[in-house]
């Protein structure tokens, strides 16, 4: 059997991640396809308690999707974000309990901050929790005066003089240093916040209480994640940002080396009695909606949830969960992760061995583990990484994808072969304009330093050139 055939016997297809963008009958109502039906509760909100005992919604609104005034998200383009429709879905989103929101300076390509101020500051400072984070990625931002200024902005921006949650951003993610020397994740985080003394200013912010709550939101090495529990007696980390979803829990490692599996990483923080923040539920999107199988299963236990709320109600199971974090562009979104949490109903054992099965079939695939979060663009060559991506993790979670059993074909059967050659290449050049496809890589190798995964980009896009090309040539 070769694999088209064996994920077909499995049921397996293809994992959508774009957002619909669909009207709504009435406040109240959403007619989005795969989204539940049903009144959005006011009142039955999940809250958990923070360390200092206050009150934090389980959905946390992301803001790192805003929509644009052409109907985008802001995280994929440079068009206007739509400060009016921001301010309905905050409006609406703290109406129904929603109290925590989460932003930082590079989110919506530097422009997040500034609407969730805008948005925020038309509320009572009583209604709503802040968390940003200190985003000095590149090696220009290492001193403490640059540090200094990108912190004090975020206070501007966002118009409170007082942050509710602040994190060191992307601990672990390796990086580079101004003369182009590879740094590890340890090496990037002691330029980043030990060298130049930020991270003891922010202890000091703290006790000063301009910063209420002190964490690190953290991808990647987890070298450095074990090094900061380690420092936990010293800089008592009040919460830590993770990606975790059911896919995550057992099997990240399995699907990319590099990454750990949220278990552990829920684990070491419980013990310590460090409450997690959660990033990804959706793995990017990609548990939103699942192949048909797989949906039959999921409704067969739950007909009324959507396909998302299953991975929300996995995100938000364990206790120690402080708020599970989502980028809602939409307000259908917004009103399913609402229903899912007004309030959680915790998982039974039936639902977790099923979601276990779901993602252990999930992580037997060969995809590229992209989350689409976009901190490889611009390529400077104008390749569109995450689409390219995307299309092929598509093509192969539907079977699509022609592999050397398909090109020993004969006679009547090349006609299924060229099916999918040209079912395959069309749908590139929908997704991807020819000029940003993968063989326009040159192996510059600037992307890397900037991938929460550590994925192999240039060797990826090498990959799928060679593929396209062998398709391409073939009879």
Not at 295 to 323: C, D, H, M, Y
């Amino acid at each position: 059997m070769n694999r088209r055939d064996f994920l077909k016997s499995l049921g397996l297809g293809a994992v959508a991640t774009a957002a619909v963008a669909a009207g709504c009958s009435s406040p109240n109502e959403t007619q989005t396809e795969g989204v539940a039906l049903g009144e959005v509760p006011t009142d039955k909100m999940t809250y958990r308690e923070d360390q200092h005992g206050q009150k934090v919604s389980l959905l946390g609104y992301g803001c790192m999707r805003f929509p644009t005034i052409e109907g985008t998200s802001g995280r994929e383009n440079d068009n206007e974000l739509d400060q009016e429709k921001i301010n309905e879905l905050v409006d609406y989103a703290i109406a129904h309990g929603v109290t925590l929101f989460d932003t930082a300076p590079p989110y919506c390509k530097g422009r997040s901050e500034e609407a969730v101020g805008k948005a925020l500051s038309r509320h009572d400072r009583s209604e709503y929790l802040i968390s940003s984070k200190c985003s000095n990625f590149a090696a220009t931002m290492w001193s403490r005066e640059a540090t200094l200024e990108l912190y004090h902005n975020t206070f501007a921006k966002l118009k409170v003089d007082y942050l509710d949650y602040y994190m060191l951003h992307g601990i672990g993610m390796p990086s580079k240093d101004l003369d182009g020397t590879q740094l590890t994740g340890m090496e990037a985080f002691k330029k980043r916040y030990i060298d130049n003394g930020i991270l003891d200013f922010l202890v000091e912010e703290r006790a000063a209480g301009r910063i209420k709550n002190l964490g690190f939101s953290y991808h990647g090495d987890v070298e450095v994640f074990d090094y900061l529990l380690s420092q936990h007696d010293k800089y008592k980390w009040n919460h830590v940002l993770i990606q975790h979803n059911y896919v995550d829990w057992h099997h990240a490692k399995q699907m990319n080396e590099r990454n750990t599996n949220s278990e552990y990483l829920y684990t070491e923080l419980e013990s310590r009695g460090i409450p997690a923040f959660v990033m990804e539920p959706l793995l990017g999107g990609q548990l939103a909606q699942l192949n048909e199988h797989s949906t039959a299963e999921l409704k067969a236990l739950n007909p009324s949830g959507s396909v998302a709320s299953w991975a929300f109600r996995f995100a938000g199971n364990q206790p120690g969960i402080l708020t599970v974090l989502s980028g809602m562009t939409y307000m259908e979104h917004l009103q399913d992760n609402l229903r899912t949490y007004s309030p959680h109903v915790p998982l039974s054992q039936q639902e977790l061995d099923l979601l276990e099965k779901i993602a252990n079939e999930y992580a037997s695939f060969s995809l590229v583990p992209c989350t689409e979060c976009k901190y490889c663009m611009p390529c400077p060559y104008g390749l569109d990484i995450p689409s390219v991506f995307k299309h092929y993790n598509t093509c192969l979670n539907e079977g699509k994808l022609i592999n050397d059993d398909d090109l020993l074909m004969v006679d009547g059967d090349k006609k299924k072969f060229r099916k999918l050659r040209r079912e395959f290449l069309v749908g590139y050049d929908r997704s991807v304009p020819k000029l940003r496809q993968a063989n326009h890589c040159i192996g510059c190798n600037k992307c890397l330093a900037h991938c929460p995964q550590g994925i192999p980009i240039p060797d990826k896009m090498k990959e799928i050139e060679q593929y396209v090309e062998k398709i391409k040539t073939s009879f």
